[in-house]
């Protein structure tokens, strides 16, 4: 299941959960939701908002249940709000395959120096799913390119 690109929803915060959650607290949050919301259920006297309101929010809690209630698209999904994060955070110092960093294998990773003197450092599954690294010294990331 592919994310839309663009500005993405915080489906944590529409099902009012942690992204720690597990699947059961946010299951236990969505059907406390959908039927607050389901047109069917309202009624007047406890209306959550207008008719409108409500579908729109039935609409937006259902599309958040179909994300992170789905093991690989919550995956995706996390991965993407990481990469936003790291995106937020700092200035892309260089773009780079990850044949071009060192492999350690001790502890199973590929690292680079940072022009600043610290090192950009990301484990064998991270580099699977990821495509910035950031320093763990300054503010630079570098993107992981890959062969398509």
Not at 6 to 14: E, N, S, V
Not at 42 to 50: D, E, K, L, P, R
Request: charged share 25%; glycine share 6%.
């Amino acid at each position: 299941m592919a994310l839309e690109q663009g500005p993405a929803k915080d489906w944590y915060g529409i099902l009012g959960a942690e992204p720690s959650a597990n699947v059961s607290e946010l299951k236990q949050k969505y059907q406390k939701l959908i039927l607050m919301y389901h047109p069917d259920k309202q009624s007047t006297a406890a209306s959550a908002g207008t008719p409108e309101e409500c579908l729109q929010k039935f609409i937006e809690v259902d599309q958040a249940w179909k994300i992170l209630g789905n093991e690989a698209a919550r995956k995706e999904y996390d991965l993407q709000r990481h990469e936003d994060e790291l995106r937020s955070m700092g200035p892309i110092d260089a773009q780079m395959y990850l044949e071009e960093m060192s492999w350690n294998e001790g502890n199973r990773s590929f690292s680079l120096s940072c022009r600043c003197g610290g090192r950009y450092v990301v484990s064998e599954q991270e580099a699977a799913a990821t495509s910035l690294v950031p320093c763990d010294t300054c503010s630079l990331m570098v993107e992981l390119l890959r062969d398509n």
